[in-house]
Nanobody, 125 residues
Framework: QVQLVESGGGLVQAGGSLRLSCAAS????????MGWFRQAPGKEREFVSV????????LYADSVRGRATISRDNAKNTVYLQMNSLKPEDTAVYYC??????????????????WGQGTQVTVSS
């Protein structure tokens, strides 16, 4: 069982930056693919970014590519999402997730076994 706790969200002006963190507890953190998703009010949860077990492979949604950087520190059991040039449309609750469920793709929520409670990011115009 992996427990995930996100932090680092907040209110920021458009053009600003935030670094989200996701601290994991439980065994075998380094064996999990880690993803970030977000969910805006009235919308479905959407994929933002993913990093493989070693941190050597990363992927991004088109909406954040070039503005976001995902990374992980397996020694600290933590995954990060650095978001720059934030836009009002980035406003959402951001969730981290741990997984690697067979039969699904990394951008699908069902790929992930464990989810955090989320951290709110609000970008004002």
């Amino acid at each position: 069982q992996v427990q995930l706790v996100e932090s680092g969200g907040g209110l920021v002006q458009a053009g600003g930056s935030l670094r989200l963190s996701c601290a994991a507890s439980g065994p075998s953190f380094s064996s999990y693919t880690m993803g970030w998703f977000r969910q805006a009010p009235g919308k479905e949860r959407e994929f933002v970014s993913v990093v493989n077990w070693s941190g050597g492979s990363t992927l991004y949604a088109d909406s954040v590519r070039g503005r976001a950087t995902i990374s992980r520190d397996n020694a600290k059991n933590t995954v990060y999402l650095q978001m720059n040039s934030l836009k009002p449309e980035d406003t959402a609750v951001y969730y981290c997730a741990a997984g690697g469920v067979g039969g699904y793709r990394y951008y699908q929520t069902r790929y992930y076994d464990y989810w955090g409670q989320g951290t709110q990011v609000t970008v004002s115009s």
